[in-house]
């Protein structure tokens, strides 16, 4: 005798993509809660309400941007906002995704890594840097009033060692920066204790980044303490 069961789910969801963000200078996940949304969406009858919230994962440090039974999944070019409720991170680079997603992994059967979006943010002056990791707080200074000390971008690195391509900072609105160093650690050569390091410093202009600034502070090469946190201002003109 038939039980009359169907089977047939009350809730279906349905996978947009999976985004996750990573420090711009340890590429170790971020940790931080964040706020990860699309603020418009094409105008289709069906599609999520915006902005379209993504659902933070359970533990891995992702973030789904999914919809519900009848919804309809958005399709084209996507604007992704992400901000981060205590200002631990900022982003950048804005960046949109995709959607539907390709399947390229092992086409036409999905695959994790065809819907995992991986983006860097970069981190501020309100985020705690761990114990003993070597980084440097700044602000740029326009000494001459000349140069706009917002979104410029600044690498600094070993001094002696050539440019390198990453990772570098962006300034805020107020010139502000945070570098983070987490390969500079202090050691013993010869029963010497090396705990200092002099570095080298690259400003360069928005929006295309290729205009170098040269700084009138501080002296190039400039040192910092292994391990710790370092105070720097930069004059530029």
């Known amino acids: 005798m038939a039980n009359g069961r169907t089977d ?3 809730v279906v969801h349905r996978l947009g993509t999976v985004l996750r963000f990573v420090d711009a200078f340890s ?10 949304r699309a603020e418009s969406l094409p105008v289709v009858e069906g599609m999520p309400n915006t902005p379209w919230r993504a659902i933070p994962g359970p533990s891995d440090g992702t973030y789904r941007l999914l919809v519900t039974n009848r919804t309809v999944l958005p399709v084209g070019a996507i604007s992704v906002t992400v901000s981060a409720p205590g200002h631990e991170y900022v982003n950048f680079e804005p960046f949109t995704v995709v959607l539907p997603r390709p399947l390229v992994a092992h086409p036409p059967t999905p695959d994790r890594s065809d819907f995992l979006v991986e983006r860097p943010l970069w981190p501020t002056r309100s985020l705690r840097v761990p114990p003993g990791e070597t980084a ?3 602000r740029v200074n326009s000494i001459g009033g000349t140069t706009a000390v917002a979104r410029l971008r600044l690498k600094i690195w070993l001094f002696g060692s050539p440019l390198p391509a ?3 900072a962006y300034t805020d609105d107020t010139g502000d920066f945070l570098f983070r160093l987490p390969a ?5 050569s010869g029963g010497i204790v090396i705990s200092t390091a002099d570095l080298a410093l690259d400003v360069r202009l928005p929006p295309a980044y290729v205009t170098p600034v040269a700084p009138a502070a501080p002296p190039i090469p400039f040192t910092v303490n ?3 946190v370092s105070t720097l201002q930069i004059d530029v003109p």
Do not use: D
């Open 166 to 168: 990453t990772p570098y």
């Open 136 to 138: 440097v707080v700044g």
């Open 226 to 228: 292994l391990g710790r």
């Open 27 to 36: 590429a170790a996940p971020v940790n931080t809660p964040l706020e990860v």
């Open 8 to 10: 047939r789910p009350a």
């Open 184 to 188: 500079l650690k202090g050691s013993v």
